[in-house]
């Protein structure tokens, strides 16, 4: 069992308490966005066993009255074995998810899966009618033409201000510097793209920008927001009208999970030092 030290963070270990936790997101006006935790494996049946894992998941999802949809890391489903093996099992994915009407999200991890990862999301979306989405990052330096080439591809993108520590030469440094390209890249995005955009931010003042954004573009746009931080605020937005959805990650490998998001904020911390006194 996930201590409670922990499950502000994570869903559960199982499907079933993911699906049951999304249940209870969506009573509040919050969709649910799950991951099943795991990444970068080197051999090939473990990328194969989580590929199998996500598509019972969509089939659960599509099976439940739950609104829900799923996001899967390249380096889960075989991008460290090889990019053809990223490609096809996250073509079973896409085809389940495509089969069972539910959205499939695609993470980006650090700069050197980039290539990869976008060229495999091309051509899926462009397959599956735009039934998927894909995350960019605006820390890094080459996002203004990767969300260029994305303005005509079918489906979602996410923009996120990135969380890998990437060298000087592919990705700004300073705060100031990725807040502006954040900024940028989302005005690009709301003028540009057809299908939406999702503003993967917990920052107040990117989420005004977004809203205004929307005022002078007209744009559709959701605002996504990871599992355990600024909960309050996901709620308030939701009760908004502002489309709503929640990073729920669940699994067995909860622990490093845990530990990087309790310890990238001194709010994280704070509540788990809390937990563990039992206060």
């Not at 559960?12 to 969506?26: F, K, S």
Request: overall charge negative.
């Amino acid at each position: 069992m996930i201590p409670p030290i922990a499950n502000r963070f994570v869903a559960g270990e199982t499907p079933a308490e993911a699906i049951e936790y999304a249940a209870d997101l969506n009573d509040r006006g919050v969709t649910a966005i799950l991951n099943l935790l795991g990444e970068h494996y080197h051999e090939r049946p473990p990328a194969d066993e989580d590929a199998a894992a996500y598509r019972r998941l969509v089939a659960d999802v599509g099976d439940s009255d739950v609104d829900a949809c799923v996001s899967v890391k390249p380096s889960q489903i075989g991008l460290d074995v090889g990019p053809e093996v990223f490609a096809e099992n996250l073509e079973t994915i896409a085809a389940a998810a495509a089969d069972h009407d539910v959205f499939a999200w695609v993470d980006m991890e650090d700069h050197e899966t980039t290539d990869a990862t976008m060229d495999t999301f091309e051509s899926l979306a462009r397959t599956h009618a735009g039934n998927m989405g894909l995350c960019v990052q605006a820390n890094l330096k080459r996002t203004e033409q990767d969300l260029d080439r994305l303005a005509d591809v079918p489906g979602k993108v996410r923009l996120v201000k990135g969380a890998y520590d990437e060298p000087d030469d592919v990705a700004y440094q300073d705060k100031p510097d990725v807040n502006e390209a954040y900024r940028t890249h989302l005005e690009f995005m709301f003028r540009e793209f057809d299908d939406g955009v999702a503003v993967g931010s917990h920052d107040p003042a990117m989420i005004s920008y977004a809203a205004e954004l929307h005022e002078e573009y007209g744009t559709d746009y959701e605002v996504q927001m990871l599992m355990g931080i600024r909960e309050d605020a996901q709620m308030e937005l939701a009760a908004t009208g502002v489309p709503t959805y929640q990073y729920v990650p669940y699994g067995g490998k909860w622990f490093s999970y845990f530990y990087r998001r309790a310890m990238e904020r001194k709010e994280n911390l704070v509540f788990a030092l809390r937990a563990a006194l039992g206060r």
